[in-house]
């Protein structure tokens, strides 16, 4: 083994992954989320006003050291964010192969426009929440998304899984049939 892989396996050992990382990740994100809402509050210095940083950073504190107790849970976050992160390259690695067919003069996002961007954005929300119940188990020997993908294959003609695509279907066609006059031209 090589020392760089020593140090990473010291650091493994000495509990950075599934300690310290965890509290860190957790901490950060609900302390921006608390500054940025400023749910508990703000306080006026003169004419401005800020968030309540103590209150923020202690809540946020609880919060992490909380989430690192769980164990399951930082197994559930040590198992999914690599593959988040795979899927961020992936998405990245499409978007840089789809700039090389759009114009320069326009940026990606006026070239695809908005429909596409938004379907992007849609697709990479359900892998995000895919990618989680794949993780998170639903007893010893499966995952929440395992279980749901048996439970489909073994009661594909049942009435449950027929009833939802009717369902589906009925939606889909309420929204295509009533989603306005968008291409027709006025007459007047």
Known sequence: MTVLGNAIEFLQDFGIFDVVLPFLLVFAVVFGILEKTRILGEEKLGKESYARKNLNAIVAFVIGMLVVAATKIVGVINEALPKISLLIVVSLSFLILLGFFVSSEK???ESLGKKWMTFLMIFMFIAVILIFLGTIPANEKQSW?????????????????????LLIVIIWAIIWITRGDTGREKKE
């Open 107 to 109: 940026g990606l996002y």
């Open 145 to 165: 998304l395992g279980f749901a993908y048996d439970y489909v294959i073994e009661f594909w003609s049942g009435t449950l899984v027929a009833t939802t695509v």
